[in-house]
Protein backbone atom coordinates (compact mmCIF):
# COMPACT_ATOMS: atom_id res chain seq x y z
CA UNK A 1 0.00 0.00 0.00
CA UNK A 2 1.10 3.64 -0.34
CA UNK A 3 2.55 5.59 1.95
CA UNK A 4 -0.88 7.66 3.93
CA UNK A 5 -1.56 10.94 2.90
CA UNK A 6 -2.78 13.17 5.66
CA UNK A 7 -5.84 15.33 5.49
CA UNK A 8 -3.69 18.15 7.64
CA UNK A 9 -0.57 16.99 9.40
CA UNK A 10 2.19 18.94 11.36
CA UNK A 11 4.71 20.59 9.21
CA UNK A 12 7.78 21.69 11.28
CA UNK A 13 9.64 25.00 10.03
CA UNK A 14 13.19 24.32 11.39
CA UNK A 15 13.63 26.51 14.36
CA UNK A 16 11.03 25.15 16.79
CA UNK A 17 13.95 23.05 18.03
CA UNK A 18 16.01 25.90 18.70
CA UNK A 19 13.40 26.97 21.07
CA UNK A 20 12.90 24.25 22.97
CA UNK A 21 16.50 23.27 23.33
CA UNK A 22 16.87 26.93 25.19
CA UNK A 23 14.16 25.68 27.50
CA UNK A 24 16.33 22.94 28.35
CA UNK A 25 19.46 24.64 29.05
CA UNK A 26 17.68 27.15 30.68
CA UNK A 27 15.77 24.91 32.81
CA UNK A 28 12.40 26.43 31.85
CA UNK A 29 11.16 22.88 31.69
CA UNK A 30 7.98 24.20 33.66
CA UNK A 31 4.50 26.15 33.14
CA UNK A 32 5.03 29.81 31.43
CA UNK A 33 8.35 31.34 30.95
CA UNK A 34 10.50 33.07 28.39
CA UNK A 35 9.22 31.27 25.73
CA UNK A 36 5.57 31.96 26.78
CA UNK A 37 6.15 35.51 26.83
CA UNK A 38 7.79 35.69 23.88
CA UNK A 39 5.23 33.60 22.26
CA UNK A 40 2.37 35.76 23.26
CA UNK A 41 4.17 39.62 22.07
CA UNK A 42 4.77 37.78 18.81
CA UNK A 43 1.30 36.61 18.00
CA UNK A 44 -0.03 39.57 19.08
CA UNK A 45 2.34 41.67 17.10
CA UNK A 46 1.73 39.55 14.18
CA UNK A 47 -2.48 39.76 14.22
CA UNK A 48 -2.03 43.67 15.21
CA UNK A 49 -3.99 42.91 18.38
CA UNK A 50 -2.69 44.52 21.95
CA UNK A 51 -3.07 41.56 24.14
CA UNK A 52 -2.56 37.66 24.34
CA UNK A 53 -2.66 34.50 26.48
CA UNK A 54 -1.44 31.39 25.46
CA UNK A 55 -3.28 28.20 26.69
CA UNK A 56 -3.82 25.07 26.36
CA UNK A 57 -6.62 24.82 23.73
CA UNK A 58 -8.64 26.27 21.78
CA UNK A 59 -11.23 25.25 23.85
CA UNK A 60 -9.74 26.34 26.79
CA UNK A 61 -9.74 29.83 25.22
CA UNK A 62 -13.51 29.89 24.20
CA UNK A 63 -14.16 28.75 27.79
CA UNK A 64 -12.26 31.35 29.33
CA UNK A 65 -14.43 34.22 27.16
CA UNK A 66 -17.28 32.53 28.39
CA UNK A 67 -16.67 33.13 31.75
CA UNK A 68 -15.02 36.49 31.47
CA UNK A 69 -18.10 37.45 29.94
CA UNK A 70 -20.05 36.36 32.92
CA UNK A 71 -21.87 33.58 31.08
CA UNK A 72 -23.84 31.18 33.66
CA UNK A 73 -25.93 28.59 34.76
CA UNK A 74 -29.64 29.23 32.71
CA UNK A 75 -27.84 31.60 30.40
CA UNK A 76 -28.31 31.15 26.39
CA UNK A 77 -25.38 31.88 24.46
CA UNK A 78 -25.52 32.09 20.15
CA UNK A 79 -23.29 29.66 18.29
CA UNK A 80 -22.58 28.67 15.04
CA UNK A 81 -23.81 25.33 14.23
CA UNK A 82 -21.61 24.60 11.14
CA UNK A 83 -18.36 23.89 12.98
CA UNK A 84 -16.44 21.28 15.57
CA UNK A 85 -17.99 20.48 18.82
CA UNK A 86 -15.50 22.45 21.01
CA UNK A 87 -17.13 25.74 19.73
CA UNK A 88 -20.35 24.71 21.34
CA UNK A 89 -19.40 22.72 24.50
CA UNK A 90 -17.86 25.14 26.78
CA UNK A 91 -21.62 26.61 26.94
CA UNK A 92 -22.27 23.46 28.51
CA UNK A 93 -19.58 23.60 30.60
CA UNK A 94 -20.92 26.71 32.19
CA UNK A 95 -25.12 25.48 32.48
CA UNK A 96 -25.50 27.53 29.67
CA UNK A 97 -27.80 26.62 26.93
CA UNK A 98 -26.63 26.79 22.89
CA UNK A 99 -28.77 28.28 20.61
CA UNK A 100 -27.16 27.33 17.06
CA UNK A 101 -27.27 29.52 14.27
CA UNK A 102 -27.29 28.60 10.63
CA UNK A 103 -24.83 29.54 7.99
CA UNK A 104 -25.07 31.35 4.85
CA UNK A 105 -24.33 29.56 1.11
CA UNK A 106 -21.39 32.07 0.10
CA UNK A 107 -18.85 31.90 3.52
CA UNK A 108 -20.60 28.94 5.08
CA UNK A 109 -20.68 30.90 8.20
CA UNK A 110 -23.10 32.46 10.40
CA UNK A 111 -25.88 33.90 8.30
CA UNK A 112 -26.31 37.92 9.77
CA UNK A 113 -30.15 37.41 9.01
CA UNK A 114 -31.25 34.26 10.73
CA UNK A 115 -28.63 35.81 13.63
CA UNK A 116 -31.15 38.79 13.82
CA UNK A 117 -34.19 36.24 14.16
CA UNK A 118 -32.70 34.41 16.70
CA UNK A 119 -31.70 37.45 19.15
CA UNK A 120 -34.94 38.91 18.09
CA UNK A 121 -37.16 35.13 19.30
CA UNK A 122 -34.92 34.88 22.29
CA UNK A 123 -35.56 38.28 23.51
CA UNK A 124 -39.44 37.47 23.18
CA UNK A 125 -38.94 34.54 24.97
CA UNK A 126 -38.16 36.55 27.64
CA UNK A 127 -34.25 35.38 27.51
CA UNK A 128 -31.33 38.13 26.02
CA UNK A 129 -28.29 36.04 24.86
CA UNK A 130 -25.45 36.62 26.78
CA UNK A 131 -22.89 36.33 24.22
CA UNK A 132 -22.74 35.40 20.03
CA UNK A 133 -20.03 32.85 18.90
CA UNK A 134 -19.04 33.53 15.27
CA UNK A 135 -16.43 30.59 13.64
CA UNK A 136 -14.65 30.95 10.46
CA UNK A 137 -14.57 27.92 9.21
CA UNK A 138 -12.09 26.14 7.37
CA UNK A 139 -10.23 29.88 7.57
CA UNK A 140 -12.97 31.69 5.49
CA UNK A 141 -13.83 35.48 6.72
CA UNK A 142 -17.82 35.45 8.07
CA UNK A 143 -19.28 38.40 7.03
CA UNK A 144 -17.77 40.16 10.04
CA UNK A 145 -19.48 43.70 9.00
CA UNK A 146 -23.11 42.63 9.46
CA UNK A 147 -22.80 40.76 12.37
CA UNK A 148 -20.54 43.11 14.11
CA UNK A 149 -23.28 45.45 13.94
CA UNK A 150 -26.21 43.42 14.54
CA UNK A 151 -23.71 42.23 17.82
CA UNK A 152 -23.33 46.00 18.69
CA UNK A 153 -27.14 47.06 17.71
CA UNK A 154 -28.41 44.34 20.71
CA UNK A 155 -25.38 44.96 22.94
CA UNK A 156 -24.39 41.44 23.00
CA UNK A 157 -21.05 40.71 23.31
CA UNK A 158 -19.35 38.62 20.23
CA UNK A 159 -16.71 36.18 20.57
CA UNK A 160 -14.56 35.21 17.52
CA UNK A 161 -13.40 31.48 17.23
CA UNK A 162 -10.83 31.58 14.60
CA UNK A 163 -9.35 28.21 15.56
CA UNK A 164 -8.87 27.76 11.49
CA UNK A 165 -8.37 30.76 10.31
CA UNK A 166 -4.96 31.96 11.52
CA UNK A 167 -3.74 34.20 8.57
CA UNK A 168 -7.00 35.18 7.27
CA UNK A 169 -8.33 38.59 6.67
CA UNK A 170 -11.46 40.86 6.71
CA UNK A 171 -11.15 44.16 4.96
CA UNK A 172 -6.94 43.43 5.96
CA UNK A 173 -7.78 43.01 9.65
CA UNK A 174 -6.87 39.63 11.02
CA UNK A 175 -9.39 37.15 11.81
CA UNK A 176 -9.87 36.87 15.18
CA UNK A 177 -9.58 40.40 16.57
CA UNK A 178 -12.63 42.52 15.21
CA UNK A 179 -15.03 40.87 18.25
CA UNK A 180 -14.45 41.68 21.96
CA UNK A 181 -12.64 38.42 22.23
CA UNK A 182 -10.96 35.99 19.53
CA UNK A 183 -9.71 32.12 20.02
CA UNK A 184 -7.09 30.61 18.28
CA UNK A 185 -5.94 27.15 17.97
CA UNK A 186 -2.43 25.18 17.87
CA UNK A 187 -3.89 21.65 17.63
CA UNK A 188 -1.61 19.06 15.50
CA UNK A 189 -4.22 19.81 11.73
CA UNK A 190 -3.68 23.33 11.77
CA UNK A 191 -1.78 25.63 9.95
CA UNK A 192 0.78 25.79 12.79
CA UNK A 193 0.97 23.36 15.53
CA UNK A 194 1.90 23.58 18.90
CA UNK A 195 0.93 19.76 19.06
CA UNK A 196 -1.61 21.20 21.51
CA UNK A 197 -2.13 24.70 22.48
CA UNK A 198 -4.65 27.63 21.57
CA UNK A 199 -4.31 31.49 22.45
CA UNK A 200 -7.39 34.19 23.23
CA UNK A 201 -6.80 37.46 21.96
CA UNK A 202 -8.29 40.68 22.55
CA UNK A 203 -7.44 44.62 22.99
CA UNK A 204 -9.13 44.54 26.40
CA UNK A 205 -6.48 44.64 28.79
CA UNK A 206 -8.84 43.18 31.70
CA UNK A 207 -9.93 40.45 29.38
CA UNK A 208 -6.89 39.04 29.13
CA UNK A 209 -5.24 39.69 32.65
CA UNK A 210 -8.51 38.38 34.40
CA UNK A 211 -7.46 34.88 31.42
CA UNK A 212 -4.20 34.22 32.52
CA UNK A 213 -5.19 34.94 36.29
CA UNK A 214 -8.07 32.27 35.56
CA UNK A 215 -5.98 29.98 33.57
CA UNK A 216 -3.29 29.72 36.28
CA UNK A 217 -5.70 28.19 39.20
CA UNK A 218 -6.99 31.60 39.83
CA UNK A 219 -4.36 32.21 42.61
CA UNK A 220 -4.37 35.31 44.86
CA UNK A 221 -1.59 37.53 45.02
CA UNK A 222 -0.43 36.59 48.59
CA UNK A 223 2.57 34.49 49.63
CA UNK A 224 0.64 31.43 50.41
CA UNK A 225 -2.05 29.29 48.19
CA UNK A 226 -5.22 31.67 47.90
CA UNK A 227 -7.96 31.54 45.85
CA UNK A 228 -11.32 33.48 46.09
CA UNK A 229 -12.32 32.23 42.46
CA UNK A 230 -12.21 29.09 40.64
CA UNK A 231 -9.63 28.30 38.68
CA UNK A 232 -7.97 26.23 35.80
CA UNK A 233 -5.03 24.83 34.86
CA UNK A 234 -5.29 26.54 30.86
CA UNK A 235 -1.77 27.63 30.81
CA UNK A 236 0.52 26.85 27.89
CA UNK A 237 4.06 25.49 29.07
CA UNK A 238 7.08 26.91 28.18
CA UNK A 239 8.57 23.83 26.26
CA UNK A 240 5.03 24.16 23.87
CA UNK A 241 5.15 27.88 23.61
CA UNK A 242 8.71 26.94 21.88
CA UNK A 243 7.52 25.18 19.38
CA UNK A 244 4.86 27.95 18.56
CA UNK A 245 7.50 31.00 18.76
CA UNK A 246 9.20 28.57 15.50
CA UNK A 247 5.94 27.88 13.78
CA UNK A 248 5.43 31.32 13.94
CA UNK A 249 8.63 32.54 12.06
CA UNK A 250 6.98 30.63 8.85
CA UNK A 251 3.54 31.13 9.24
CA UNK A 252 2.81 33.39 5.84
CA UNK A 253 4.70 30.57 4.07
CA UNK A 254 2.17 27.86 5.42
CA UNK A 255 -0.68 30.07 3.92
CA UNK A 256 0.91 30.35 0.77
CA UNK A 257 1.51 26.90 0.46
CA UNK A 258 -1.92 26.20 1.77
CA UNK A 259 -3.39 28.74 -0.82
CA UNK A 260 -1.34 26.92 -3.79
CA UNK A 261 -2.75 23.56 -2.83
CA UNK A 262 -6.29 25.22 -3.16
CA UNK A 263 -5.29 26.83 -6.66
CA UNK A 264 -4.21 23.00 -7.41
CA UNK A 265 -7.25 21.30 -6.45
CA UNK A 266 -9.28 24.48 -8.40
CA UNK A 267 -7.16 24.00 -11.41
CA UNK A 268 -7.52 20.56 -11.55
CA UNK A 269 -11.56 20.70 -11.27
CA UNK A 270 -11.89 23.08 -13.10
CA UNK A 271 -14.21 21.12 -16.04
CA UNK A 272 -15.81 19.15 -13.85
CA UNK A 273 -19.43 19.97 -13.30
CA UNK A 274 -21.13 20.44 -10.06
CA UNK A 275 -18.88 20.38 -7.79
CA UNK A 276 -18.51 23.80 -5.75
CA UNK A 277 -15.33 25.40 -4.11
CA UNK A 278 -15.83 27.13 -0.94
CA UNK A 279 -14.48 31.09 -1.86
CA UNK A 280 -13.51 34.18 -0.53
CA UNK A 281 -15.75 37.04 -0.77
CA UNK A 282 -14.58 40.22 -1.49
CA UNK A 283 -12.54 42.01 0.74
CA UNK A 284 -11.60 38.41 1.92
CA UNK A 285 -8.37 36.62 2.66
CA UNK A 286 -8.64 33.02 3.28
CA UNK A 287 -5.53 31.11 4.71
CA UNK A 288 -7.51 27.93 2.81
CA UNK A 289 -6.55 25.82 6.16
CA UNK A 290 -8.61 22.90 4.25
CA UNK A 291 -9.52 23.27 0.62
CA UNK A 292 -13.36 21.89 0.50
CA UNK A 293 -15.71 21.40 -1.84
CA UNK A 294 -19.38 20.65 -2.42
CA UNK A 295 -20.57 17.62 -4.64
CA UNK A 296 -23.31 17.73 -6.17
CA UNK A 297 -24.15 13.90 -7.34
CA UNK A 298 -27.29 14.65 -9.38
CA UNK A 299 -24.60 16.51 -11.83
CA UNK A 300 -20.97 14.46 -11.24
CA UNK A 301 -23.29 11.23 -10.91
CA UNK A 302 -20.61 10.34 -8.00
CA UNK A 303 -21.47 11.26 -4.56
CA UNK A 304 -19.17 12.54 -1.46
CA UNK A 305 -18.76 9.28 -0.32
CA UNK A 306 -17.96 7.48 -3.85
CA UNK A 307 -14.78 10.48 -4.15
CA UNK A 308 -14.06 10.10 -0.14
CA UNK A 309 -14.13 6.09 -0.31
CA UNK A 310 -12.04 5.96 -3.70
CA UNK A 311 -9.29 8.09 -2.24
CA UNK A 312 -9.36 5.92 1.04
CA UNK A 313 -8.90 3.19 -1.25
CA UNK A 314 -5.26 4.68 -2.18
CA UNK A 315 -4.76 5.42 1.55
CA UNK A 316 -5.28 9.23 1.09
CA UNK A 317 -7.08 10.49 3.91
CA UNK A 318 -10.26 13.18 3.04
CA UNK A 319 -12.92 14.10 5.42
CA UNK A 320 -16.53 14.81 5.22
CA UNK A 321 -17.53 18.65 6.41
CA UNK A 322 -18.40 19.61 10.21
CA UNK A 323 -22.26 17.36 11.66
CA UNK A 324 -23.78 20.55 12.22
CA UNK A 325 -23.86 21.45 15.69
CA UNK A 326 -27.95 21.44 15.63
CA UNK A 327 -28.17 17.78 14.22
CA UNK A 328 -25.78 16.02 17.13
CA UNK A 329 -27.16 13.63 19.46
CA UNK A 330 -25.95 15.46 22.42
CA UNK A 331 -27.30 18.35 21.79
CA UNK A 332 -30.57 17.51 20.45
CA UNK A 333 -32.51 19.47 22.78
CA UNK A 334 -31.07 22.83 21.87
CA UNK A 335 -33.41 25.45 20.16
CA UNK A 336 -31.86 26.06 16.45
CA UNK A 337 -32.51 28.46 14.04
CA UNK A 338 -32.06 26.94 10.28
CA UNK A 339 -32.20 27.37 6.72
CA UNK A 340 -30.97 23.91 5.51
CA UNK A 341 -27.69 24.86 3.93
CA UNK A 342 -25.32 23.21 6.67
CA UNK A 343 -27.22 20.06 6.54
CA UNK A 344 -26.79 20.27 2.30
CA UNK A 345 -23.03 20.60 2.81
CA UNK A 346 -22.63 18.51 5.42
CA UNK A 347 -24.73 15.67 3.27
CA UNK A 348 -22.39 16.57 0.07
CA UNK A 349 -19.57 18.15 0.93
CA UNK A 350 -15.55 17.04 1.41
CA UNK A 351 -12.57 18.28 2.95
CA UNK A 352 -9.37 17.08 0.43
CA UNK A 353 -5.84 16.80 1.98
CA UNK A 354 -4.56 20.51 2.24
CA UNK A 355 -1.28 20.01 4.21
CA UNK A 356 1.32 22.52 3.51
CA UNK A 357 3.45 19.78 3.28
CA UNK A 358 1.98 17.91 0.23
CA UNK A 359 4.35 16.57 -2.21
CA UNK A 360 4.12 16.86 -5.91
CA UNK A 361 4.02 13.15 -5.71
CA UNK A 362 1.31 13.06 -3.65
CA UNK A 363 -0.77 15.73 -5.82
CA UNK A 364 0.22 13.36 -8.99
CA UNK A 365 -1.75 10.26 -6.24
CA UNK A 366 -4.51 12.39 -5.47
CA UNK A 367 -4.89 14.25 -9.30
CA UNK A 368 -4.79 10.63 -10.30
CA UNK A 369 -8.05 9.51 -8.13
CA UNK A 370 -9.69 11.95 -8.41
CA UNK A 371 -9.73 11.85 -12.09
CA UNK A 372 -10.53 8.19 -11.79
CA UNK A 373 -13.36 8.22 -9.40
CA UNK A 374 -14.93 12.00 -11.74
CA UNK A 375 -14.11 9.74 -14.70
CA UNK A 376 -12.51 13.08 -16.77
Partial sequence: MNPKIWLSSPHMGGNELKYVNEAFETNWVAPLGPNVNSFEKELAQYLNVKHCAALTSGTAAI??????????????VICQSFTFSATANPIVYQGATPVFVDSE????NMD?????????DRIRNGKTPKAIIVVQLYGMPAKMEEILSISQKYGIPLIEDAAEALGSKYNGISCGTMGCMGVLSFNGNKIITTSGGGALISNNHDFIHKARFLATQARDNAPH??????GYNYRMSNIVAGIGRGQLEVLDLRVKQRRDNNAFYRELLKEVKGITFHSEMPNTFSNFWLTTIIVDPKVTGVSREDLRLGLEKDNIESRPLWKPMHLQPVFSGAPSYTNGFSEYAFENGL??????NLTEREKERIKFQLKSILNF
Wanted: charged fraction near 20%; hydrophobic fraction near 35%.
Fill in 63 to 76: HLALIILGVKQGDE
Fill in 105 to 108: SESW
Fill in 112 to 120: PQLLEEAIK
Fill in 225 to 230: YQHSHI
Fill in 351 to 356: CLPSGS
